[in-house]
């Protein structure tokens, strides 16, 4: 397993969709950090718009990429068959070998039929994907369980088509990140490592983001599982952590844990 960075380690310097600063951190800014924590792996999910980006621009990213030598995989979310389509393109122009794919479920309607409908997409995009040579993994995110992760994969059944194991979005879930790895590790395409502990609030109990190794995932164990799997991919890191008072605090501390949990990655869990 090996250390990557995850853009949504940067998920306040770069921002999102309801959330972007006056002056966000670019995708070349993003693989010079690569550069700065001597990694050799990026991710560029779906924070990172890629696909608003002309053929031209994409190429431009893949030249600073190859001359770093990075390797890079790419995120996308949604449930747009003509978007995954185009974020495989980019795939291929990259030369990227996996494409993340976050399925959005509405879980106040039919879920079964969600399910089938990722199926069915899937197996098609799965014929683009596999002229292309790009692997796809579908993530276990905030709104899809394990089980419906699990019931996808088995569903296209197809060996390019597997998961994306993230250590703490199940939590909405009350899943266990040992069940969570233990369950999709044999179907492994990509893991995203991030950390977090739960506070009690008289509103209920709330999910914070902490730096690797300050929380509760027990990373020795997920990389145990993950080993016993022969899973021999990137492991990217990413942050769940709060705003500060001011956005350049904010980006400052989101540095600091960077720092700390590439320094945890690399020093307790041994990755490079």
Known sequence: MK????????RWAIGRPYYRPKDPMDVHALIDQCVRFKLHAVLLCNNIELHTLSDAQILEIKEHLDKEKIDVEVGARGVDQEYFKRMLEICHLLGAKILRVGWDM?????LDKQVQNGIETMKKL?????????EIGIENTKVIT???????IEGVNDPHF?????????????TP???VVSTLAPY??????????????PSGDIIYGVPLGQGMVNFNKVKEILDQA???????????IDRKETHEQTIQYEQDCVAQSVAYARDVLHLQ
Do not use: P, W
Request: hydrophobic letters at 40%; charged letters at 20%.
């Open 146 to 152: 394990i089980q419906e992760v699990k019931a996808i």
């Open 106 to 110: 509405d879980r106040t309607t039919n």
């Open 3 to 10: 250390l990557g960075m995850g853009s949504f380690a940067y």
């Open 230 to 240: 022969g899973f021999n991919g990137h492991a990217f890191l990413e942050l769940y």
């Open 177 to 179: 990140t040992e069940e």
């Open 162 to 174: 597997g998961a994306v194991i993230d250590t703490c979005n199940s939590t909405c879930f009350i």
């Open 126 to 134: 799965m014929q683009i994907a596999n002229a292309y040579g790009v």
């Open 188 to 201: 492994a395409k990509q893991v995203h490592i991030k950390d977090y502990i739960v506070k009690l609030d």
